[in-house]
């Protein structure tokens, strides 16, 4: 297959029960271009957690599959898929144990081999990236929550992944913080998957957006146009902030 034109991320299919039989996922279908940016909204309940944890086979078994890059998602391959989907939890302190940011940003790639100068430069371009170079001495444990999430998205920068997939990256953000990061996540050459609730946010960053409801994709397509189809946001529990008008963003991005 042709590298360029080869998805970043190819779902077909995917159905999936929990052990003790709760069907979450009905036959999910979708894809995603290298470089595009895509919000996956939908209630509470509707699967974008098991979605999520099916990308890097952290839930597996299954029907259907994933592909990252052209990569089935199967457990022959786990080490390179891990590498190549970087998953940004919500909590920073899932992902933060290290006694220094900087070698919180090294451990992945040290993992894989990395190390010396190569390393070094890894960690110094992941945090750069993020606007966090200067804090690569300081224990994680005090910087702010925001400065936290920075790093989090650094130590899964530093693995250079084909997509980056972020669960709530702007919950508990202040306004300059949320802003930041928006400015952060435009600024990189990554495919993007978010996964959120803030639909000012997902318009602000995403093109294009998921709504995922029941364990189905319910609509696929532009991001305002999602949201300004009322219908479609009341039959799947969406709601804007009161007062936001996704006309008033939609086409300034
Ligand atoms: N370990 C589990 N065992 C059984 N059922 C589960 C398990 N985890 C999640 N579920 C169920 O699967 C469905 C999908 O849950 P999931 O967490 O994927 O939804 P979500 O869209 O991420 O929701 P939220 O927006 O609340 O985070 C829900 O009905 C949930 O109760």
Redo the contacts with the bound molecule.
């Keep these: 297959m042709d590298a360029v034109t080869t998805a970043s991320l190819d779902v077909s299919g995917l159905a999936f029960a ?3 039989g ?1 069907q ?1 996922l009905f036959g999910v279908d979708f894809s995603v271009a290298r470089g595009e940016r895509v919000a996956l909204l ?10 999520v944890l099916h990308l890097n086979g952290i839930l597996t078994g299954g029907a259907g599959t994933v592909k990252v890059a052209g990569m089935p998602v199967d457990k022959r391959n786990m080490a390179e898929i891990r590498r190549k989907v970087g998953i940004v939890f919500q909590d920073p302190d899932d992902q933060l144990f290290m006694p220094t940011v900087r070698e919180d940003v090294a451990f992945g790639p040290a993992a894989a081999g990395m190390k010396g100068a190569e390393l070094e430069a890894r960690v110094h371009k992941a945090l750069g990236l993020v606007g966090m170079a200067e804090y690569a001495d300081r224990p994680p444990h005090h910087l702010s929550f925001g400065q936290r999430r920075r790093v989090a998205v650094a130590t899964v920068l530093a693995m250079e992944p084909e997509i980056l997939v972020l669960d709530e990256p702007s919950s508990n953000l202040d306004p300059a913080s949320r802003r930041e990061l928006a400015d952060i996540l435009r600024s990189l050459d990554v495919t993007v998957l978010m996964v959120t ?1 803030d639909l000012p946010y997902a318009l602000e960053l995403c093109p294009r957006a998921l709504i ?1 409801s029941g364990g189905v994709i319910a609509a696929d397509g532009p991001t305002g146009d999602l949201l300004m189809d009322e219908d479609l946001m009341r039959a799947h529990r969406l709601e804007l902030p009161f007062g936001f008008d996704p006309a008033s963003v939609a086409g300034r991005r």
């Excluded at 509470?44 to 098991?50: F, M, P, S």
């Design positions: 929990y052990p003790d709760h979450a939908g209630p509470n309940g509707a699967g974008k957690t098991t979605l609730h995922l």
